[in-house]
């Protein structure tokens, strides 16, 4: 079996390499291919990748090119985990927002639409390469905003699913608070990518008993502090958000938190200096601890689960992917992107049945998705008119001044990189 890793020169890479070894009965891969233009950070990255598959005595072939076409040829899985731009763009993207007063983030808001902008194009030329190269291909795509991107993937007719390591995260975290297997954790997870809510959390499965109210009970306090909410909005709401709901619920608190630290972006580029460093000692031949807070914890085991899902010739697995709605939640349209549970298997993923959504959260969902239409309709087909009207379809903009503002400096930021502008 043959995968290959789109932007395998990420520092994130090592910690999907780990993931490959230490599941390698899950998913038996024989060669990896690593796919960068940045050729330097490749070779250090592609080094370490050996070495931690030579620890754990795994057989596989690991091998680096800066040449897409050759690198994706007979690969059974492609994975892309792309920043266009680099951290210099996600750092723009964090930044000229709060000059409006809005929230300045990598995936939502003004800044999530200027990735929406760059990444698009990019990702579709390479799908269509790989499609050429081998059409059979499952493309897993891990690059923000997946929502977005996967739609723009599955419209254009290739095999793609969405994969985000947020719900895979909270079923770590509630397992562990419950003292039981992660196995044994199913979660009732509806919504949007980075715009989601655990409507329950079951023991066993689907049908399972709920142990949210009492999770909730007994440990509400300590979930309230990894989301950075109040303890009593969980206890109003019920259910678990992602911490992504944070930007929606507590707006105003974020951009005048922004305002006084660091960018995430300048911490993270300043964690990539440190780790790229450790990458090139010939003598680590694990992940170093310093990559868990990079960000993207069970990325590796949540991508070896959905390959191997994909690729195998076993019954259906469950998992949460992003994909099709086609009449999940019935307030959406067929082709609309959602994140939800999906039995999955060598024909793709099928969403499992979702309970019904809430308005308090369907109003968010079907309001986002309509944002989404349109960032990526000006993500395709360029403009700016497009862009200044998905900032106002934004529920985070949803003024016209203000999406005026933000559109001048998305496109003074990103001129670079968009061929239209």
Not at 143 to 151: E, Y
Not at 237 to 256: I, K, M, T, W
Not at 358 to 380: C, I, Q, S, W
Request: net charge negative.
């Amino acid at each position: 079996m043959k995968l290959a890793v789109v932007g395998g020169g990420s520092t994130y890479t090592p910690e999907l390499i780990d993931g490959f070894a230490r599941l390698r009965d899950t998913l038996p891969v024989t060669e990896l291919v690593l796919i960068d233009p940045a050729t330097d950070r490749l070779e250090l990255i592609g080094g370490l990748a050996r070495r931690i598959l030579a620890r754990q005595g795994h057989p596989g072939k690991v091998t680096t090119t800066a040449d897409l076409d050759a690198g994706v040829d007979g690969a059974d899985a492609v994975l892309l985990q792309l920043r266009i731009g680099g951290q210099a763009a996600r750092l723009q993207d964090e930044t000229w927002p709060l000059e409006c007063g809005c929230v300045g983030q990598e995936t939502t808001g003004a800044g999530g639409l200027a990735k929406a902008l760059r990444t698009v194009p990019v990702v579709l030329d390479i799908a269509e390469r790989v499609r050429r190269a081998n059409p059979d291909a499952w493309i897993i795509d891990f690059t923000n905003p997946v929502g977005i991107v996967t739609r723009a993937l599955l419209q254009a007719g290739h095999k793609a699913v969405g994969l985000c390591n947020v719900a895979i995260g909270l079923q770590r975290k509630f397992a562990a608070l419950l003292d039981l297997a992660p196995g044994d954790i199913h979660l009732d997870h509806v919504g949007l990518n980075h715009l989601t809510w655990e409507l329950g959390v079951r023991r066993g499965g689907p049908d399972g008993e709920d142990l949210l109210p009492g999770l909730l009970a007994a440990h509400g306090e300590t979930i309230a502090g990894d989301l950075r909410l109040p303890r009593a909005v969980l206890d109003r709401l019920g259910v678990v958000p992602s911490y992504y709901l944070r930007y929606f619920y507590a707006h105003d608190e974020v951009v005048r938190e922004l305002g006084t630290k660091p960018s995430r972006a300048a911490e993270v580029a300043a964690m990539e200096r440190e780790l790229l460093a450790l990458y090139g000692d010939p003598a680590l031949d694990e992940k170093p601890a310093l990559l868990a807070k990079r960000g993207g914890a069970f990325y590796s085991e949540a991508a070896v689960d959905l390959a191997a899902s994909l690729l195998g010739d076993g019954g259906p697995a469950v998992q949460v992917v992003n994909t099709y709605n086609n009449g999940t939640l019935p307030f959406l349209a067929d082709d609309a992107v959602i994140e939800v549970q999906a039995h999955v298997d060598a024909s793709g993923p099928r969403p499992l049945a979702a309970a019904r959504l809430d308005p308090l959260y369907a109003g968010l969902v079907a309001h986002v998705t309509a944002y989404e239409d349109l960032a990526l309709d000006a993500a395709l087909r360029g403009g700016r008119e497009r862009v200044f009207k998905a900032l106002l379809a934004h529920p985070l903009v949803g003024q016209y001044d203000l999406a005026e503002g933000l559109t001048d400096r998305l496109l003074a930021h990103n001129k670079e990189h968009l061929a239209w502008a």
